[in-house]
């Protein structure tokens, strides 16, 4: 084989590797108490040294939000919004991080969403948006983590998801950009 070909082989084997590499997503976390160019450090800082996370951004903009980058396998959603409430809050108020979802047909499940919620009572709690019609904000609760455990910890949307199919209820995650 020449070495023209066996370096081919070696980059076709190479980005199936990388094709094969476990999955990463991009999120929004929509992040209270940002009040200036310090507070959007602290809370990228915080988020980003967080094991798991590829990329963060922090906007400080009306409704301030980190767009988030990271590896399910390895950190769930409610870990970074630990890393969020971790963050030193430069001006006395903790910054908080949550989530953005549009339920159209809440009304129509609500008894059987509010029961799965209430399954993750000290993890998360959903609050019906007071702007927007059929959209509600998921309030993460401080999360008691083992540091013993490796793998993802606390409340994911990966879960969210699955529980909303198993009850036909479809919903949609707010995304900025």
């Known amino acids: 084989m020449t070495s023209s070909l066996r370096l081919l082989a070696l980059l076709i084997a190479a980005t199936s590797m990388l ?10 976390f929509y992040v209270s108490g940002v009040e200036c160019g310090s507070c959007v450090y602290m809370v990228q800082q915080s988020i980003g040294e967080t094991k798991g996370v590829e990329d963060v951004q922090v906007v400080q903009i009306i409704d301030n939000y980190a767009q988030v980058t990271f590896n399910p396998k390895r950190v769930s959603d409610h870990q970074i919004a630990q890393a969020v409430r971790e963050a030193i809050p430069l001006h006395g ?3 908080l991080a ?3 979802v ?4 809440y009304a129509k499940h609500k008894t059987a969403v509010d029961k799965l919620f209430a399954g993750w009572k ?3 709690t959903l609050v019906p948006s007071l ?6 904000v998921i309030h993460f609760e401080p999360l008691k983590a083992d540091s013993k455990k490796a793998e993802p910890q606390g409340w994911s949307l990966a879960a ?4 909303m199919k198993g009850l036909g209820v479809g919903f949609t995650l707010v995304q900025e950009g």
């Open 98 to 100: 949550t989530l953005r």
């Open 160 to 163: 969210f998801t699955e529980a």
């Open 102 to 105: 549009k339920m159209p047909d």
């Open 131 to 136: 702007e927007v019609k059929d959209e509600f």
């Open 122 to 124: 000290g993890s998360v």
């Open 93 to 95: 108020t903790p910054y």
């Open 19 to 28: 094709s094969a590499a476990d999955p990463v997503v991009t999120r929004t």
